[in-house]
């Protein structure tokens, strides 16, 4: 089991048919994800794809993740919670002064995925939209307005993935006030197989 400190973010490599387990060791906090093709980082996680070929925007147990090139990359093999969010982009400085009206922010996602995705040569501007573990985005489908909700996650609670390719992984604990309650806390994460 590993610790991803609050408001960081951390990359490593998934090997196909390895399973990754995302943890909120508190509860009520988000974790985002992204994927890159570990051969070619051009090939992305990519929501679009994803919800076009799904049908739907709220993805659990059973549902595929697929790259930019319509290949799949993650399977979901296990979530206990049903409410994860697939639409919004990783958290940053700029939504921060945005949503937040803060003048002086802390780094966000956006720029911890940059940092820790920077030595594997994937350029800030080439994150994609996040896979977003234990967000919860309810949407109200008259209007098409949407929120960000308290995650539903409970201290303990974990969504897994199998990796279907050979991927690296960027995963945050989200630095966003309404991603953490305010309370700022860690995602702990595990590989097996
Ligand atoms: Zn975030």
Redesign the pocket.
């Given at each position: 089991m590993y610790n991803i400190p609050p408001q960081s973010g951390i990359a490593f490599f998934l090997h196909a048919g390895q399973r990754l387990a995302v943890s909120d060791p508190l509860g009520e906090q988000?974790a985002?994800l992204v994927a890159f093709n570990r051969n070619d980082i051009l090939e992305a996680l990519s929501s679009r794809r994803t919800i076009d070929y799904a049908s739907r925007i709220y993805l659990t147990t059973g549902r595929k993740l697929y790259s930019n090139r319509s290949n799949v990359m993650l399977r979901i093999v296990e979530d206990n919670i049903g409410r994860q969010d697939f639409l919004l982009t990783?958290?940053a400085v700029p939504l921060f002064r945005i949503i937040y009206d803060d003048p002086d922010p802390h780094p966000?996602?956006s720029e911890n995925l940059a940092a820790a995705l920077g030595p594997y040569g994937v350029r800030a501007d080439a994150i994609p939209t996040a896979f977003n573990c234990f967000m919860n985005v309810p949407i109200d489908g008259k209007a098409g307005s949407i929120r960000v909700l308290p995650p539903r996650s409970q201290a303990g609670d974990r969504i897994v993935f199998l990796a279907e390719m050979d991927l690296l992984i960027g995963l945050?604990a989200?630095?966003?006030g309404q991603?953490s309650t305010f309370r700022f806390k860690p995602i702990h994460y595990a590989i097996d197989g």
């Open positions: 988000v985002d990783p958290c966000a996602c945050t989200c630095a966003a991603s």
